[in-house]
DNA sequence: AATTACGATATGTATGTACATAATTGTCAA
DNA sequence: TTGACAATTATGTACATACATATCGTAATT
């Protein structure tokens, strides 16, 4: 291919003794961090447009583009077409949270990992179930429960309700290789989902399961997943304490 | 955010011959997502690298850059140099977490918010709170305690260490109108934070600040921050049973 | 005066090009 | 066999340029 179209940097030749080092999108975004942290620029303040910046960092446009975007991103500064961008005056950020699959968290603690299913019948699931998946009562669930273990210690009690409707492969699945979580991440795609983090008192069943004492808090993680309107599973994962969910951005 | 129809949504597949409208980095983000979902491209494998999608989707190399950096942000797909792209493993999904500042959380429920500090004075850090923000035992740090109050029912319990090096300016800041978690949302942005999740059992003091039997289970809400390296806070936030951290997406 | 049309402007994105960098692979020597 | 090193290659990033698009302000029109 080889084409230059362009084919112009004229000057350069005989001009340019010092090499210039290019200038990183990430310099700029530090650089904006520093002057917002300064109180060079304060919130809700409009600062100097690209093509300005660009030409005090002596880099193109683009590049500054690509700092300011991915600022903006993470809620740093707010942008809009004609009017600039702006220092962001509440400065709402979100935490991204990875959910992983709970073999992989486990192994990732360098811990062994073991799950054992306590129950896996076909049953209507209960009011409050039925109306966060929005189902009939008729509807097929399948219950499943299951405990997790972190080097044969309790790590998470998984209480789950499926559409059986929405997965029927699963009728056949008894789960003895894969974890009911583990199955569905690969076999069920989904769309939506919402997640719900809470804390609670261990009630005497789970306390028994987790080998705790009844009242013990427990860190409660609910997920209820859709594909394009149609409920999947909605599951309850508790876990002991000591355990930390952590997210870092 | 950011987001904008482009109006292209042109059926690629092949026809189109002239008049080429130029490939949106949406349009090719799509089509990966498409193919994963429809399972052409498998969990693990290895799809062709940019050049050869670029060619494929008639556009620029950079083009298809774009879409897969972004891809790979969320975690769908996984980049290496010289290994080429593969679809991730385990879809680890992540949920965004919107993380307001205390107030609008409390008044977006409809109830009346309030907040009295309870303590605010200089103190050493103890060793826990120093190792999580990597700074030496003489490090000059604020500790602020502070309780937030829907309808006047305790909401939560705040107890934070500010490094004052970091936000000098703070040493003069008395909260009295503005919330330590407002005054440092506004004051003293931030480039990286890590938050952790988990429940605890609520401790003589924490209990009568909440107005709670001791033992009762907690909601802990953790936040560290750092500006470009620099550790700017660590906060410590309590809830009472019954709440809820929802995300759906 | 209210409404509409339009031009100016800042950001948004696509392209071709070039070079940088990381990581795998092949090659050769100890 | 193994370790060192170079060649190879896919991704990462920077640049100049061009055009797209959203808006704001203002002028023209109703």
Chains 1, 2 share one sequence.
Not at 212 to 240: A, K
């Amino acid at each position: 291919m080889t084409r230059q179209p362009t084919g112009a940097e004229d000057g350069v030749a005989g001009a340019v003794a010092e090499a210039r080092m290019p200038v990183s999108f990430r310099t700029i975004k530090a650089e904006i961090l520093k002057r917002i942290h300064a109180r060079v620029w304060l919130p809700g303040e409009l600062i100097p447009g690209e093509e300005d910046l660009a030409r005090e960092f002596g880099c193109a446009r683009v590049t500054v583009n690509r700092a300011l975007r991915e600022l903006a991103e993470i809620g740093i500064i707010e942008r809009k077409r004609r009017a600039g961008t702006r220092i962001a005056e509440h400065p709402l950020r979100e935490a991204r949270l990875e959910i992983p699959v709970v073999r992989v968290e486990v192994e990732a603690r360098g811990a062994q990992y073991r799950f054992s299913i306590l129950s896996r019948k076909r049953m209507d699931a209960p009011e409050p179930v039925r109306a966060r998946l929005d189902l009939p009562a008729d509807a097929e669930m399948l219950h499943v429960r299951c405990l997790h273990f972190a080097d044969n210690r309790p790590w998470q009690f998984e209480d789950r309700w499926i559409h059986v409707a929405a997965v029927p492969e699963i009728a056949q699945e008894s789960f003895d290789t894969l974890s009911p979580n583990e199955w569905l991440v690969k076999n069920a795609p989904f769309s939506e989902m919402e997640i719900g983090l809470s804390a609670v008192a261990a009630d005497a069943e789970e306390a028994a399961l987790l080998g705790l004492e009844r009242g013990t808090p427990l860190f409660v993680f609910d997920r209820t997943t859709w594909l394009l309107d149609q409920p999947i599973t909605h599951v309850r994962m508790l876990h002991p304490p000591g355990y930390r969910m952590v997210s870092r951005f």
